[in-house]
């Protein structure tokens, strides 16, 4: 069986449209984006609210979750890199983790072949 892979990219949420171009071209088809929040290096910010200054720790950022098996990981995460960098801290985080199965509810069908496009499907009409 082909080895099976997610990749969560957590990074700003402006990157968005980018990466997902950038992913369409490498043959990414399939993605799930996430508004979420967090902090790392960045320790969140300051800000004034009703005349005081309030400390917010959670920096809004965006999750997009991608799994693979055609697609070589290292292609994902090195056009990840390459299209979030801005070189500022906050660019954000780029995780890989090896997945033991994948099934496709409506057909059932069961490890790389639950993640490739449908053959069964009929062209979408625009």
Do not use: H
């Not at 950022?61 to 070189?87: N, Y």
């Not at 099934?103 to 069964?120: H, L, N, S």
């Amino acid at each position: 069986m082909d080895k099976i892979t997610k990749i969560d990219i957590i990074t700003r949420p402006e990157k968005l449209e980018e990466l997902k171009e950038a992913m369409n071209a490498i043959a990414v088809t399939g993605m799930t984006v996430t508004q979420v929040y967090g902090c790392g290096l960045q320790k969140g910010y300051k800000e004034v609210y009703r005349g005081k200054e309030v400390a917010v720790n959670l920096v809004p950022k965006v999750k997009i979750e991608i799994v693979v098996c055609e697609v070589p990981v290292e292609r994902v995460v090195e056009t990840a890199k390459r299209v979030c960098r801005t070189g500022n801290v906050g660019d954000g985080k780029i995780f890989v983790y090896p997945l033991e199965n994948a099934v496709r509810i409506r057909t059932g069908e069961e490890g790389p072949d639950a993640i490739k496009d449908p053959k069964d499907l009929p062209a979408l009409k625009k």
